[in-house]
């Protein structure tokens, strides 16, 4: 794509994500300006008008997200970007978009918390709030990269997955990833996913219906405003053919199991990890995000140590790779997750191993491998 | 040349109050609802303006054009 | 579908029947035609139409209305909102809307109160008024909507009570072919929750109510013109009913067009 100019380039996690999000097919955004976020509006601003794409500066973090959720209606692939503060702010529109099965990618560059906090600081303090932000029964993917190459990649798989579960996919950077410079190279080949659109007679239709077209399928397929299909969306609960049916508790509890099982269903195929000196390790280091650059070097000197230490690293956080983890540690005597907060992503990761030990380091700086190392 | 509805109707009355010619009254037969229903008893006075049909808040009132 | 949930003599259908005739006078494309509401009686008015419709959430359906306009500007995009949904939790979206001028038409039922909780206070609840959560009769001042989105810069601005259909019909119409955010008022009785807490529980009494405080700007206007400043006085005590606002004004998605023929490359 020329707009995104030479093929090996020398740029920030904001401007990969940027990229990433046009090689997808992203052609709408719509955001609020905050630390460490606001170079992805930048970047989308200067970049979408080249492609006769659209940039809308919106008056809050909450109606940047209606704004995407009425875009993406229309059949657009749109994005937004924020950081904590504003990611607190969009949490009832997110619910919005699970119960609606909207397809939209937002980007949470973490910076530290809780509140204002620090504000171009590092952090990785909104693991469990990217699960649990919105209230009621739901299921999130959330993606989290350590690297700018990285940022890229992920973008484009979030607007992927996004389209093929029609779901709200989070992708999470941390500030020290958001606005570090490293070597990027724009691939050539990579895979497009896009919404299945419906096909079937208008009468036919049932907007909200599964496994009639597409046996199996517990994604409805989409049908865009304008097309003539009559679509009804609202985020009350309601039955196929999308009117509310709020007092039928059988309505209700076919919708929210189908869209967790939708999700859920595909965890092992979903999950995203990284393992490196894995086979004999007796200790596992579990880490993601910037944590992991510090976690690598830690382990590779514990073992010159010849301590039998693995290092495991998530790009999946949801659906948590719960499956994946079980086969990985089944042999381990020692589990350790180092993370950026007081203590979020031990607490799944207890249910499959209950002695893992939790090393937590907050105020913006990133671990040191001797904090690592000192508790192998 | 006046239909109205009684499963949707639900008795508000707006087409009594604002019929000019006062073609309506409120008949005595309650329906399943437990409306009673307006009923076109003068239905000769009435011009075909269509003004119920245009206010109904329930689209309950259907109005023919005047022979 | 129908009978809709909307109480015996509740405006709201009757809106929705003005909506409908509109609508038809033009020979919109109800195929290109969707209706985007928040939350709250009037806002269930899609659900009873064959057509496209998305039921948001509380106070942000002109936010999303302006990201499925700026992205499909061949759809007819009609908003309906309550006066909570549109100037309590949703003022900042309806200033916003506004200010960036989109093509939207807001029709904004105004019942001075969220009926569809049960009653209580609204940012339009006149004062002195007693609702749920006002026992003791209200001591906040109202907001006047309209004037509000007059202020504000919107090309078209009306307002009409229920009590006049073809007044309402050739406004909604005027604001759906006016280029541009055009905001229509409707004052609509809510005999359930307000109208039985202030003496107006009869459809005939909040229309008394309507009749002796309103009048019409044209009226206003040869007052102003002609009459003594006691009764010009009386008079602005109350609501105004008309046509307030019809200006001409660059719209949003037609600036942004231009911006795109000034800046889109062709070789991408």
């Not at chain 1, 469990?128 to 029964?137: E, P, S």
């Not at chain 3, 195929?31 to 057509?51: E, L």
């Not at chain 3, 569809?116 to 007693?130: D, I, K, V």
Request: proline share 5%; net charge negative.
């Amino acid at each position: 794509m020329k707009v995104i100019g030479e093929k090996v380039q020398f740029v920030s996690g904001d401007d990969a994500v940027c990229y990433g999000a046009l090689l997808a097919g992203c052609t709408f955004f719509a955001g609020y300006p905050i630390t460490p976020a606001t170079e992805i509006a930048e970047g989308m601003a200067r970049l979408l008008p080249k492609i006769g794409g659209i940039y809308m500066q919106m008056e809050d973090e909450i109606s940047s997200l209606a704004a995407c959720i009425g875009a993406s209606w229309t059949g657009r692939k749109c994005l937004t970007a924020t950081s904590g503060p504003g990611f607190s702010l969009m949490q009832e529109n997110i619910g919005y978009a699970c119960m609606t099965e909207t397809p939209l990618v937002i980007v949470n560059v973490m910076r530290s918390g809780p509140s204002t906090g620090q504000p171009t600081l590092a952090a990785q303090g909104d693991i469990m709030q990217a699960r649990f932000g919105t209230h009621g029964d739901h299921e999130i993917i959330a993606l989290y990269p350590n690297s700018v190459q990285e940022s890229l990649d992920l973008a484009i798989q979030a607007f992927n997955l996004s389209e093929k579960y029609r779901v709200p996919v989070i992708l999470l950077l941390d500030a020290e990833i958001a606005h570090m410079r490293e070597k990027l190279v724009i691939p050539d080949d990579f895979l497009i996913i896009n919404r299945v659109l419906v096909t079937i007679d208008t009468k036919e239709y049932h907007p909200f219906r599964t496994g009639f077209t597409h046996p199996g399928s517990k994604v409805p397929e989409f049908a865009p405003f304008g097309s003539g299909y009559h679509t009804y969306v609202t985020g009350l609960t309601h039955e196929e053919h999308g009117f509310p049916s709020t007092t039928d508790p059988h309505a209700h509890d076919r919708l929210v199991r189908r869209l967790s099982e939708k999700i859920l269903d595909d965890e092992e195929a979903l999950s995203y990890l990284e393992t490196r000196f894995c086979e004999d390790a007796e200790t596992f280091l579990i880490t993601y995000g910037i944590t992991s650059r510090t976690a690598l070097a830690a382990v590779k000197n514990a073992r010159q140590k010849e301590k039998k230490v693995g290092y495991v690293r998530l790009k999946t956080i949801w659906p948590f790779p719960k499956k994946t983890l079980q086969h990985i540690l089944h042999d381990a005597h020692d589990v350790i997750v180092a993370e950026m907060n007081l203590g979020q992503l031990i607490m799944p990761v207890r249910e499959i191993f209950g002695g893992a030990r939790n090393i937590t380091k907050v105020g913006g700086e990133i671990f040191l491998p001797e904090e690592m190392e000192r508790v192998m | 040349m006046i239909e109205i509805d009684e499963s949707l109707c639900k008795g508000c009355y707006v087409c009594i109050e604002f019929c000019p010619l006062e073609v309506f009254i409120i008949s005595d037969k309650i329906t399943v609802a437990g409306v009673y229903p307006p009923h076109p008893e003068y239905i000769e006075k009435c011009t075909a303006c269509k003004l119920c049909e245009l206010m109904c808040p329930d689209f309950a009132i259907s109005v023919g054009d005047k022979k | 579908m129908l009978p809709t949930i909307f109480c015996a003599g509740c405006g709201v259908g009757s809106i929705m029947n003005y909506v409908l005739r509109a609508i038809e006078r033009l020979s919109l494309n109800i195929n290109k035609t969707i209706f985007v509401s928040g939350i709250g009686c009037s806002s269930r008015i899609p659900g009873y139409i064959h057509a496209d419709g998305l039921h948001t959430t509380h106070g942000r359906a002109i936010a999303f209305a302006t990201g499925i306009k700026i992205c499909n500007p061949e759809l007819n995009v009609i908003v309906f909102t309550g006066d909570g949904d549109c100037v309590g939790i949703g003022g900042n979206h309806f200033i916003h809307g506004i200010r960036r001028n989109i093509d939207i038409t807001v029709i904004a039922v105004n019942n001075f109160t969220y009926g569809m909780t049960g009653g209580q206070l609204a940012p339009t609840t006149p004062r002195g008024s007693y609702t749920t959560t006002t026992p003791y009769g209200n001591i906040e001042h109202a907001f006047d909507m309209a004037h509000l989105a007059k202020v504000a810069g919107a090309p078209y601005v009306a307002r009409w009570s229920v009590l006049d259909p073809h007044q309402s019909i050739k406004s909604i119409g005027e604001g759906i072919r006016k280029h541009g955010f055009a905001f229509i008022e409707m004052l609509s009785p809510c005999p359930t929750a307000f109208g039985r807490r202030n003496e107006l529980k009869m459809v005939r009494d909040q229309w008394e109510w309507y009749k002796n405080n309103t009048i019409h700007i044209k009226k206003l206007e040869v007052l102003r013109a002609t009459s003594e400043e006691v009764e010009i006085k009386e008079a602005e005590k109350k609501i105004i009913v008309g046509v307030l606002q019809d200006i001409e004004k660059p719209e949003y998605v037609s600036e942004w067009n231009k911006l795109l023929e000034r800046v889109a490359c062709t070789d991408r």
